[in-house]
């Protein structure tokens, strides 16, 4: 069974780069036909998908956050990252990494799912 876990700060300055990385057991990240996304969830509002990679390393972008945005993997460790540059207190969300048969994933009944790091950005 797969399972992901996100890492990273809690706590994120204003204007800086926001980095998280999931980690995945239980499945290789190269392993099609899978697209391995970052989801986030900001306060009273509902789930927004970033972006996603796939099994063989290419990417698919929410327009609303490309220009300020990296998706990176690390096969030899298994996960795959993100970066959020320039942020905002607007950036406050829950964040969470998923492994889906598609590319868009706004639903939490669809793929699996990590568990969610809380990531707040303030001064």
């Known amino acids: 069974q797969v399972q992901l876990q996100e890492s990273g700060p809690g706590l994120v300055e204003p204007s800086q780069t926001l980095s998280l990385t999931c980690t995945v057991s239980?499945?290789?990240?190269?392993?099609?036909?899978?697209?391995w996304s970052w989801i986030r969830q900001p306060p009273g509002k509902g789930l927004e998908w970033m972006g996603a990679?796939?099994?063989?390393?290419?990417?698919y972008w929410n327009p609303s956050f490309k220009s300020r945005t990296t998706i990176s993997r690390d096969t030899s460790e298994n996960q795959f990252s993100l970066q959020l540059m320039s942020v905002t207190p607007e950036d406050t969300a829950v964040y969470y990494c998923?492994?889906?048969?598609?590319?868009?994933?706004?639903?939490?009944?669809?793929?699996?799912w990590g568990q969610g790091t809380q990531v707040t950005v303030s001064s």
């Open positions: 998923a492994r889906a048969d598609r590319i868009v994933v706004v639903s939490t009944t669809t793929g699996d």
């Open positions: 239980g499945d290789s990240i190269t392993t099609g036909p899978y697209y």
């Open positions: 990679i796939d099994s063989v390393g290419a990417h």
